[in-house]
């Protein structure tokens, strides 16, 4: 079993940055793909990266690519979606999530999920 703990969500102008951690409970951390996801209001929820175990491969969705990094500390159990030039299309509640061996796009396959964290960008 894994706790996932989302922080740093928070109101950030258009252009801005912002940086979102997620703390993961548990001596197994680094055996789990972590992916992030989010979710604006209406709309489904919506793949927007993933970092391999060790953290040495990512993806990302082309809507946030070159603008959002992910990256993770497993000394630490935590990963980090860092987000830059921030639009406000980008608003939405911002999810970690968990699964083991490969980084997949569907949501549906990550085991672990937390809470969520809203990000909200003005223009």
């Known amino acids: 079993q894994v706790q996932l703990v989302e922080s740093g969500g928070g109101l950030v102008q258009a252009g801005g940055s912002r940086r979102l951690s997620c703390a993961a409970s548990?001596?197994?951390?680094?055996?789990?793909?972590m992916g992030w996801f989010r979710q604006a209001p209406g709309k489904e929820r919506e793949f927007v990266g993933a970092?391999?175990?060790?953290?040495?491969?990512?993806s990302y969705a082309d809507s946030v690519k070159g603008r959002f990094t992910i990256s993770r500390d497993n000394a630490k159990n935590t990963v980090y979606l860092q987000m830059n030039s921030l639009k406000p299309e980008d608003t939405a509640v911002y999810y970690c999530?968990?699964?083991?061996?490969?980084?997949?796009?569907?949501?549906?396959?990550?085991?672990?999920w937390g809470q969520g964290t809203q990000v909200t960008v003005s223009s």
């Open positions: 999530a968990a699964r083991p061996y490969s980084i997949v796009r569907e949501g549906s396959k990550y085991n672990y």
């Open positions: 548990g001596p197994t951390f680094s055996t789990y793909v």
């Open positions: 970092i391999s175990r060790g953290g040495s491969s990512t």
